[in-house]
């Protein structure tokens, strides 16, 4: 058996050129000491194209003194890069997540090197992806080269991400503790928007959790529910509370029945330990975890996800602030669909009523410039801190009066006037 070809991360970036395109993987699982290592080297590059999902920890290449040398081109916008996207020295690539892996399949976007962070392999020779998989195992399978950070640290997950060593062209040795985020205390809004949506979630359901502070207080909401599963894009130590005490089971799903089903964790040390070698766990491609057909399988399948705006006929802004980029489509409407076409499904938007500014969230027109994440026919189940309403079926006065109710008191005179312009009556 060959073994792991290990090189100083010098030696490693040697092998990246001018004008390659790089894969990094991302979430927990980003390779800060490749990243460190490219950058130290990074002015004897130029044009070399960035491109990730959202990753975690600084960004250097991200940074304006990098302009000639990295662009970042990136299907996922995070804190890190979003600067750089915004200003010109990066861009954006509007995609689905369960559609990404076919940029690298059908060589729309060829890869010259993969950056990646592994376990270190196992008496058979196989390194686990540890606690990200997405879209990593597509773009393993296409990169010319593949480099790989090994560290002891990485948790090894069952499921999709397991590579043996010999498609690792070059690997580096590193003991660092992975990325670990922990989440904001809850605002009061918040607390009563999880209460709402918690109300919505039936026994036996399978979730469905976008990122953010409201998911994890829905789930501290679903103490006293029964049989409850998971099938998500990813998931935070929110549910860990809910598996102790056997909220969480799996029993009903049809799709993997009694396992959780993600494709990517972040969350704390404790969740890492929780997904270490548990065969409870299945981390799958990205491919997997979103396709629509797979998600509406599953019983009672209920979308948590989130938004920046909504305006009153039900068109979802979540990823831009007007011409901002901020995030990015992701998975919200592969679930969004896939948890409105499953038996007893309920697709959500949760968010607060108002900006940390107290600006209203609920808005007559969407900002200039603002995107589309989820579009007003495939909106059901809106919810604030003021109530939780459902759209399905509802005309567009309707619908209009509906959101008005659950936007803050502060701001329904004015949306009433707008929406009676809009509309040429009174709604």
Known sequence: MKPLDLVTADEAINYVKSGNRIFIQGAAMTPK?????????????KDVEILHLHTEGDAPYAHEDFKDNFKVNAAFVGGNVRSAVNTGNGDYIPIFLSEIHLLFKRD???????????????????????????????????????????????PRSHGDGIIHREKIHYGIEVDEPIHCTKAADPTEAELSIGKNVA??????????????????????????????????????????????????????????????????AIGSQKLYDFIDDNPSVHLKEAAYTN?????????????????????????????????????GVGGQMDFIRGASLAKGGKAIIAMPSTTKKGLSKIVPFL???AGVTTTRAHVHYVVTEYGAVNLFGKNLKQRAQALISIAHPDHREQLEREATERFKSKV
């Open 367 to 369: 900002k200039e410039g």
């Open 199 to 264: 109300d919505l979630v039936e026994d036996g359901a399978t979730l469905q959790m976008g990122i953010g502070a409201i998911p994890n207080v829905v789930l501290n909401n679903l103490q006293g529910h029964q049989g409850l599963g998971i099938h998500t894009e990813m998931f935070s130590d929110g549910i860990l509370p809910l598996v102790e005490q056997g909220v969480i089971t799996g029993e009903h799903k049809r799709v993997k029945p009694g396992k959780i089903v993600s494709c990517f």
């Open 108 to 154: 729309i976007l060829p890869l010259d090197v993969a950056f990646i962070q592994v376990s270190p392999p196992d008496k058979h020779g196989y390194c686990s992806l540890g606690t990200s998989v997405d879209v990593t195992l597509a773009a393993l399978k296409k990169a010319k080269i593949v480099i790989a950070q090994v560290n002891k640290n990485v």
């Open 291 to 327: 396709d629509t057909a797979i998600i509406r399988r599953n019983p009672k399948v209920t979308a948590i996800n989130s938004a920046i705006e909504i305006d009153i006929t039900g068109q979802v802004c979540a990823d831009t602030i007007g011409k901002y980029q901020y995030s």
């Open 33 to 45: 000491a490749l990243i460190r290592a490219l950058c130290k080297h990074g002015r004897d590059l």
